[in-house]
């Protein structure tokens, strides 16, 4: 009897041996199978903020003397208080296509040709592009890039921040903020603040 079940044992593990091809593309795991990070979904989160904007006069011709650029303070959603290095700069259009920071700009301007630059800035309501840097305490930034609108009499300030990528968390963001508030173009003085959406990529 022991030969009988020793025989049956040996024929079993000799068929079970015969169904395993070794050589079968169905034996080899799919490529990429396995454990694989979760991919996170594109996360679209409300975004606040309140800045303030302060510069320096930079010199434009005899007399004339504009605020073309400089520091932003406040805090913001994700970002908390804003550190240093948070800047804003004024940019103006170009025939060849895209914005030029208005600072760069006049350096290479004719003397004939600051006239024409500065009856923008004469206008009842000034329209100007607006971009910048906005720093968080671990050191991640992110970039915007948008429009204000100032009415000179008032002051009153209305605008668009698009968010335009940055590094760190910010790597990659997109979204707006509406603006409104106050500012004085020729100081470079203003606040206001800033509501709409901030849209992380997926990771």
Known sequence: MKKYFLILALFLVASGCEKVNLEGPDTLPAPGLGRQKAEIPEVSTPFTASFRTSGEPTFIAEGLALVLGGSISGQATHVGLLQEGS?????????????????????????????????????????????????????????????????????????????????????????????????????????????GTIIFPKR
């Open 87 to 195: 800047t804003w700069d004024y940019y103006f259009p170009v025939e060849s296509g895209g914005y030029v920071k208005l600072s760069d700009l006049l350096t290479t301007l004719d003397y004939e040709e600051i006239p024409a630059l500065l009856s923008v800035l004469e206008q009842e309501t000034i329209q100007l592009p607006l971009g910048g840097t906005i720093h968080s305490a671990n050191g991640d930034y992110y970039t915007y890039f948008g429009f204000v609108e100032v009415v000179r009499d008032t002051g009153l300030l209305t605008g668009i921040m698009n968010f335009t990528g940055g590094t760190g968390r910010f790597e990659g963001v997109t979204g707006a903020i509406t603006l409104n508030g106050w500012a004085d173009i020729a100081l470079g003085e203003a606040a206001f603040r800033g509501v």
